[in-house]
């Protein structure tokens, strides 16, 4: 059974290795939050706890990634 993902591009986002702009697309798989680049293939991911702590309980934001 396939799960769809959905992505999405991080405006104005640099890549931390290859420092291209507007490369990193950013979708969840399995409740962890995952940052790709599509120039090199570069990938972060964050666990959902630290998603939990970086959201703000007055807004309604599924997380916020800092890498």
Known sequence: MSEKTRKRFIAGA???KCQAMDTLM?????NIEHVE????GHKQSQPQDQV????????????????
Do not use: D, H, W
């Not at 950013?26 to 399995?30: D, V």
């Not at 680049?37 to 090199?40: A, F, G, Q, R, T």
């Open 14 to 16: 640099t890549c931390p």
């Open 26 to 30: 950013l979708y969840m798989q399995n």
């Open 37 to 40: 680049c599509v120039s090199c």
């Open 52 to 67: 939990k702590a970086a959201t703000r309980s007055s807004e309604s934001v599924i997380g916020v990634f800092k890498p």
